[in-house]
């Protein structure tokens, strides 16, 4: 039996990671679930898998999971520390599928003990990359990416020399403002912003697909994971969403990974990895879809693209800035305090306050590093807010 914890178990990707493993109950022993508010769907699904273990991110909530797990056998635990230690508890594969900078240090944890790591959660890679990296191959713990566009690049690169890859191509749906004309993006509501045309994600990624900070943070996951030049990453706008991501090698071939928009893909592929299995993913109809469409992006509909080359070109402690003033843009514009197109010039102020005179900040990238610097551009980016708002 494969041991299994899943980091962010109530949310999208965990729902769906739990979707495959509750298909084999025999082929997986659960050690770890973990959540935030949901406790009912935590308590739930940890009964059901059998987990050892069930832990919310909130303190106050400790009560409430633990009356809810009472009889089942299952333990309960809260706080981020308790997640941490979730995550050292020996397991073959994690699931790390927390949303934001909070899911950086289990995966940390996770890989230390030598897991396989399969990672959704791309903010690990955008804030502390060469940490993870170095982590996996310091504990001889392998790293699967599990975003829809990054485990395409991973399986077109099966059996290939990187050296032969001349570009790689993330694609976009464009979110739900594609063909919004730009005067109008400042009026976008919420709910608005809240709707994807092809994916049923969480909301916060949904919002971040709309103004491509999505987009902006996978462009820097893809350099960080497969460690190819900023240059060599394009991102092409493909309505349909189903090329995820195309390899260009060095012949002129062009390999592309096309699947149905469903993530239970991605999530299978890494936890049957090495190996392929079955998957209840639809079977794509081409005949019938008629046609793919695609067309450039564009740096002034979605400035978060031009932004993200701007933390590729800094490097160091860049993107854990971007990361954090992007985290708390989004909360302003969820919270009412900001209008759509005002998210990407938090950013971009944040990144300013941070790097004066074009500058970089030199520290190596450490837990505590990346945490203090996550921390001054979180309050740079409330100043930036509060500042439009007065
Ligand atoms: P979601 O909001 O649906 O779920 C987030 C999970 O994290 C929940 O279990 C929640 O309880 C937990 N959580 C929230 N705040 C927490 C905190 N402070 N500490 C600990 N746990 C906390 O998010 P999602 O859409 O499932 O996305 C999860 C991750 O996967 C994100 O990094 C996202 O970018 C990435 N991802 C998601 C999709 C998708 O289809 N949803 C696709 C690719 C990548
Ligand atoms: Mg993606």
Redesign the pocket.
């Known amino acids: 039996m494969k041991k299994v914890s899943i ?10 990671t739990i979707d495959l493993i509750a298909r084999a109950p025999d082929a997986y022993d659960v050690v770890a679930l ?5 406790i009912a769907q935590l308590a739930e699904d940890a009964q059901r898998l059998n987990a050892q273990l069930a832990v919310t ?1 909130h303190e106050h909530l400790l009560e409430d999971l633990r009356d809810a797990l009472s009889g089942t056998g299952v333990e309960a635990a809260a706080g ?1 520390q308790a ?1 941490n230690e979730a995550a050292a508890r020996p397991a073959d594969w994690v699931m790390s ?4 900078a ?2 950086l240090a289990p995966g940390v944890e996770a890989l230390k003990q030598g897991a396989t790591l399969a990672l ?4 690990s890679l955008v804030c502390a990359g060469q940490l993870m990296l170095d982590t996996a191959m310091a504990h001889g713990a392998t790293m699967l990416p ?3 566009e990054h485990s395409a690049v991973f399986q077109a690169l099966i059996g290939e020399d990187i050296s032969a890859v001349e570009r790689i191509i993330i694609t976009a749906s464009g979110g739900a403002f594609r063909d919004w004309p730009l005067e109008k993006l400042a009026d976008a509501t919420l709910e608005q912003a809240s709707s994807h045309p092809n ?7 949904t919002i ?1 697909s709309a103004s491509m900070f ?1 987009k902006a ?1 996978e462009v820097i996951e893809t350099r960080e994971y497969f460690r190819v030049d900023p240059s060599q990453i394009e991102v092409l706008v493909h309505p349909q969403s189903m090329i995820h991501a195309l390899v260009g090698f060095n012949d002129g071939a062009l390999m592309a990974h096309i699947g149905p928009p469903d ?1 239970r893909h ?1 999530i299978g592929f890494a936890l049957h990895h090495p190996n392929r299995t079955h998957l209840p993913v639809e079977r794509l109809d081409l005949a019938k879809i008629g046609s793919f469409d695609f067309r450039a992006p564009d740096d002034i509909r979605w400035p978060a693209l031009r932004l993200a080359r701007e933390v590729m070109a800094r490097g160091g402690m860049a993107g854990a800035v971007f990361n954090a003033a992007k985290e708390v843009a989004l909360d302003g514009f969820i919270g009412g305090k900001l209008r759509f197109p005002q998210m990407a010039e938090i950013v971009e102020d944040t990144m300013e306050a941070l790097f004066p005179d074009n500058g970089v900040i030199d520290a190596a990238i450490t837990l505590d590093n990346v945490a203090q610097v996550d921390h001054l551009a979180r309050q740079a980016a409330w100043a930036a807010i509060t500042k439009r708002a007065g």
């Open positions: 980091f962010g178990a109530t949310g999208s990707i965990g729902q769906n973990t959540g935030a508010s949901n991110a981020p997640i599928a927390i949303i934001g909070a899911g959704a959660n791309k903010e599990v975003d829809s994916w049923d994600m969480g909301q916060r990624i971040d999505n943070m993530m991605a």
